[in-house]
């Protein structure tokens, strides 16, 4: 193999993607039964993955030059295959964000006693796959760790999921993992096409036969392919970005998922499609992007209003996060459909922001679960009395995710708004009214579930967040506030890598 | 030509394959029942020797004898080493199933090396009668072992229907032979190719022995709408064989096919490329969508394997340097899964003597290495990331899409994501539902299979993380049929 490796930043880059992954292999060789030697090492590998995307992001140099992260290997020349890792500014705070919901959900898994240690397994193969896609810099990479992202789900949902009763019909943790598996893997064959696509055009204009985004994006597609093939992308990455009318999996998916799996998914799988309409998609087909722009924006725009309406009508609280889920991305999708500098900026943070607020909210609804075993607002209502913790952090991920200032989806959110003004004047308007809706049902449910009448009898026994379940809150909590009050650095970090994507629009 | 011409030593692998084939035979009549089992490790350990010898002795030979009907070359030598460890791994995983569940162990284990020995001279044969009678010899094995269970009506039923079958299709292929025959006065590979490039059309003799020969071909190796015997054979064969029928009797129809596409029909690709890539379409989809529907594993595999003809069937379509590495690449991808999934579930089958899908309830309890395994081995089928078949898979799908036809990948992704509910569906049966009453002991499976499957699985594995030690070898086979690509860079400036 000849391979590049240019100092310690880029092994420290490889280290990050590798650990989870051989993590996950010696794991197999543990004995089954040490469930607590299992829980620790799991911890273990989690913290020092968030120790080393800690220290990428807090050395991260906007001014640096990025080839030091760069590992490139030869894998499969006859193909034109590399193995090549690397980090830019908008993968920089991604991968923040995978090492803190994993930690967070490896410690709120601390009551998985079914079989944890190949929970821990599949759950370490998932953040692996998610931290190769992003930082990967090849398609075929970006691809396998893609699948290798979206496969180990339907054993994480169909064993440690659980059903949820409708009453007069049951959607049980077997129909949401084969839902959620079949969905992806249908949207990651559109990816397939294209990159399939692009590689033979590539080949025929250029003679070369090479998957990287690098060498991709230099060549001259012509505006006919960039426009056929631009959906494929758009599509594919966007049914993991729970892209309206493709969503559907995403709610029956999230409530199916055991905490830690909701958690990772809602937080960063469904970052994983926004981030390949951006990273692939916009910087490999610049003009077939602008020309499919104005839909992306629309079903953006459709994504926040439906998703928003829907969450109002569920009893269900995982449901309510789900479709909440769904409208915030619809954000996302928003910001980047504008091509604006201000509003891309603003999607990646909102990627981030909104990746650490539904995570809370998964966690705190994890631990209502597991006390009550019910997640019918209308039978827990008043908890608040018994559960204050709780119900504080419950608040406050509540409070992000309608856009209060302080918090960092106040920032995410106000950058897209000022972008898609900018751009489509009457789309802002409906983006601001999708934030008045989310008031509505948040603040609907908050009251409910903490602030109704008690009955005191049935809850006379039920206790708040222990210690392990409050620590993830408050690290949480700690940073939707940070970047809520200082938003600075991580804003000139993400405008870094936006701006050399937005230079190939003329904007 | 003349007798001295001839270099008959090149021959000495078939020779001594056909030679351990008597010498099991002759051993036979010499064991006490209770020691047949020395057979199979004569076989074994026999086979593993003559590749040793094999591999240094006809590597980078080119050679053909006998005016071209037979061939020395490394696509042959390729096929040649495939064939034997195939024909080494069933025999090794025959074992205990011959041993619980069959009768005459001696011509069980002579017949299988004599079909190992066709299919080393179907990845041979440089002309068409030589390759039909290599196809005959394997066949007949195949009737035979796959009615090897002599008390079993299943099984008789397979191997007739596997013959009335077998014996139409031999008849279509020959009568499309006379046809090829009649309108280029050749049945030489290298001869038709001269004969095609010097025509302007094709007449209508040519066609209908070109449509003939796919046909007949097709039922070799159970394309739609030939493949109606697969399934009940599959089901019916003890179930080593079924592993074999499944894997050995594919590589060597497509080690044929390959080479009689590229060294003498590649002329004429305009003409049959359609007609393949039809049958490509119709065949992934076919056999994957009634795959959905079966409750039986074996013959849920059954369609799952016509399935991936389908996708080796693009590879032809596609006829190309890079898409004839792409179908090797994808056949030995899918010889090592198969033969993992099909070991494990023998396993599986030795000791519960039960085949529905149904029955693998509860397996991650019973048996934990099993149940990895096979879902390790089904991912693979479906072309999840880190396994083989995605590796091989990504490049055969690019080899198609390199030559026009990212319509048929796109219909081969769709096909295989259709796969990949059946698949799940087993692994939900062994992951999620609980063992049925009474059937929640653990599975104890013998170190021989244990070993086996696992060396298979981790085959599966490596192909899947650096596959590219095989791709260059392939690169090597493809470089002899089809001379002019350029094998190293495949760039086209």
């Known amino acids: 193999m000849v391979g590049v490796v240019n100092g310690i930043d880029s092994v420290l880059l490889f280290t990050l993607v590798a650990t989870p992954f051989f993590g996950a292999i010696a794991l197999a060789f543990f004995p089954a039964d040490r469930h607590v030697l299992i829980h620790w090492y799991s911890r273990i590998i989690a913290a020092s993955g968030l120790a080393i995307a800690a220290y990428l992001f807090i050395t991260f140099d906007t001014s640096d030059d990025l080839s030091k992260y760069i590992v490139d290997f030869e894998w499969l020349p006859s193909l034109g295959i590399r193995f090549t890792l690397g980090l830019s500014g908008i993968t920089v705070p991604l991968v923040l964000l995978n090492a803190i919901i994993f930690f967070g959900g490896v410690l709120i898994s601390w009551n998985v006693d079914h079989r944890p240690k190949d929970f821990f397994i599949w759950l370490m193969l998932l953040v692996a796959g998610v931290y190769g896609v992003f930082a990967s810099r090849d398609l075929f990479f970006l691809f396998f760790f893609y699948e290798l992202a979206v ?141 499919w722009a104005p839909t992306l924006i629309g079903l953006g725009t459709v994504n926040v209003l439906y998703g928003a309406i829907s969450a109002m009508g569920q009893k269900d609280l995982k449901y309510v996060i789900g479709y909440s889920s769904v409208s915030h991305m619809g954000y996302v999708l928003m910001g980047l459909g504008t091509l604006d500098i201000l509003a891309v900026d603003g999607a990646v943070l909102q990627m981030f922001s909104h990746g650490i607020m539904t995570a809370l909210f998964f966690a705190m609804v994890g631990v209502i679960y597991q006390r009550t075993h019910s997640r019918d607002i209308t039978v827990l209502e008043g908890l608040g009395k018994r559960m204050g913790i709780t119900g504080v952090f419950l608040a406050v991920a509540g409070l992000t995710s309608l856009g209060l200032p302080g918090f960092s989806s106040f920032v995410a959110e106000l950058l897209i708004f000022i972008g898609t003004y900018r751009t489509y004047p009457i789309l802002g308007v409906l983006a601001v009214i999708g934030a008045a809706i989310t008031a509505v049902y948040i603040l609907r449910m908050l009251g409910k579930v903490f602030f109704g009448p008690i009955d005191e009898d049935k809850w006379k026994d039920l206790t708040d967040a222990n210690r392990m379940e409050t620590g993830v809150a408050v690290l949480l909590t700690g940073f939707l506030l940070l970047w809520g009050l200082y938003p600075f650095r991580i804003v000139e970090i993400i405008d870094s890598g936006v701006v050399p994507i937005m230079e190939r629009f003329g904007s | 030509m003349m007798e001295a011409d001839v270099h008959f030593e090149l021959l000495w692998p078939e020779f001594l394959v056909a030679g351990l084939a008597f010498v099991i035979f002759t051993l036979d009549f010499f064991l006490r029942p209770e020691r047949k089992n020395i057979l199979a490790w004569v076989s074994v ?219 003498g029909l590649l002329p004429a690709i305009e003409q049959w490329n359609v007609l393949i890539a039809g049958l490509a379409a119709l065949t992934m989809l076919f056999g994957n969508l009634v795959a959905l529907a079966q409750t039986n594993v074996k013959r849920m595999l059954a369609y ?97 899409a390199a030559e026009d036809l990212l319509w048929l990948a796109g219909v081969a992704m769709v096909a295989s994501l259709i796969s990949l509910y059946y698949y799940l569906k087993v692994i939900r049966e062994m992951y999620i539902n609980p063992a049925a009453d009474g059937e929640g002991s653990t599975i104890q499976i013998p170190g021989l299979l244990y070993g086996l499957v696992g060396i298979l699985v981790i085959s599966v594995i490596l192909l899947g993380v650096y596959p590219d030690p095989v791709v260059n070898m392939i690169e090597d086979a493809t470089a002899v049929i089809l001379p002019g690509g350029d094998a190293s860079t495949l760039n086209l400036r």
């Open chain 2, 45 to 263: 350990i026999g086979l593993a020797g003559i590749l040793a010898f094999t591999i240094p002795y006809l590597l980078d030979e080119n050679d053909s004898l006998f005016n071209g009907l037979y061939r020395i070359d490394d696509y042959a030598l390729f096929f040649k080493v495939l064939s034997m460890a195939i024909g080494g791994v069933v025999i090794l995983g025959s074992i205990h199933y011959v041993n619980r569940y069959l009768t005459h162990p001696g011509e069980y284990y002579a017949i299988l090396l004599l079909s190992v020995l066709a299919m080393m001279m179907m990845a041979a044969s440089g002309e068409l009668l030589t390759a039909y009678l290599s196809l005959e010899l394997l066949s007949f094995c195949l009737y035979i072992l796959s009615g090897f269970a002599l008390q079993n009506k299943k099984s008789n039923e397979a191997s007739i229907k596997y013959i009335l079958l077998g014996a139409f299709s031999s008849g279509l292929l020959l009568y499309g032979i006379v046809m090829l025959y009649g309108a280029m006065g050749t049945t030489s590979f290298a001869e038709m190719a001269i004969f095609l490039e010097g025509i302007e059309d094709i007449d209508g003799r040519l066609l209908i022995g070109l449509t003939l020969l796919i046909a007949g071909l097709g039922f070799k190796m159970a394309a739609v709408p030939f493949h109606m015997w697969a399934p009940d054979v599959y089901e019916g064969a003890p179930m080593p064989i079924t592993a074999y029928i499944a894997v050995g009797s594919k590589v060597a129809a497509f080690a044929l096919v390959l080479r009689l596409f590229a060294e």
């Open chain 1, 151 to 291: 496969v180990p789900m339907y054993l994480l949902v169909g064993v440690w999921g659980s059903s949820t009763d409708f009453g007069t019909f049951l959607r049980t943790k077997e129909y949401g993992a084969m839902k959620v598996m079949l969905v992806l893997v249908a949207g990651s064959v559109l990816v397939w096409i294209a990159i399939l696509a692009m590689w033979m055009e590539a080949r025929e204009i250029t003679g070369i036969a090479d998957f990287s985004i690098a060498g991709l994006s230099q060549v001259e597609f012509s505006d006919g392919f960039q426009k056929l093939y631009y959906p494929f992308l758009m599509i594919g990455f966007g049914i993991l970005a729970g892209l309206w009318p493709f969503h559907t999996w995403s709610p029956d998916g999230h409530v199916a998922a055991p905490t830690a799996v909701s958690m990772l998914h809602a937080g960063v799988l469904m970052k994983l499609g926004a981030f390949g309409i951006l990273a692939v998609g916009m910087v490999i087909l610049p003009v077939g992007s602008r020309f």
């Open chain 2, 304 to 400: 799952s394997s016509v399935g991936q003809v389908g996708f080796l069937l693009m590879g032809v379509a596609a006829l190309s340097t890079l898409s004839s590495n792409g179908l090797m690449v994808h056949l030995v991808g899918y010889s090592v899964t198969n033969l993992a999934v099909f070991f494990a579930i023998t396993a599986f089958y030795n000791v519960t003597g039960k085949e529905e899908i149904a029955d693998f309830a509860g397996l991650a309890s019973r048996s934990p290495f099993l149940a990895a395994a096979i879902t390790i081995s089904l991912f693979s089928l479906a072309g999840l990331p880190f396994l083989a078949g995605f590796v091989t898979k990504f490049y055969l799908f690019s080899a198609a």
